[in-house]
């Protein structure tokens, strides 16, 4: 029986819906400054996390265009792995902390979009 807040999983060779990460689920991401970042990094083309690169759209999660504190713009993204560790992290501050999440989880938008970007290091 699948877990309340999982989706179901398309069968295998059925292409999945891209995640979507909403601006309320970056913060529990903790991504790194961009002024530490590489040039791979800023323009998408390398994980925002570990480096690893290039990137490419079936193994990378888009994590939205953002601004640096000085007003540029960078594109975040981030491999599988990492995007599944962090969003993992996430889940285990973001929980605890959260009433919706206490009483019904699956009304909960960050705790879902969490939840299915620490599933994605599953995918095959």
């Keep these: 029986m699948p877990h309340r807040t999982a989706a179901a999983r398309p069968p295998s060779g059925t292409p999945e819906t891209p995640i979507e990460v909403p601006a309320d689920v970056l913060a529990h991401l903790l991504l790194p400054s961009p002024e530490d970042a590489a040039e791979g990094q800023l323009r998408g083309a390398d994980c925002v996390w570990c480096e690893t690169g290039p990137l490419n759209v079936e193994a990378a999660v888009d994590l939205g265009e953002r601004k640096t504190p000085t007003g540029e713009t960078w594109f975040p993204r981030a491999c599988l792995r990492c995007a599944a560790a962090w969003a993992h992290r996430g889940l285990f501050e973001h929980v605890p902390m959260c009433a ?12 879902r979009v969490l939840y299915r970007l620490a599933l994605e290091s599953r995918r095959p």
Excluded: L, T
């Design 100 to 111: 919706q999440c206490a009483d019904e989880s699956s009304v909960c938008e960050i705790g």
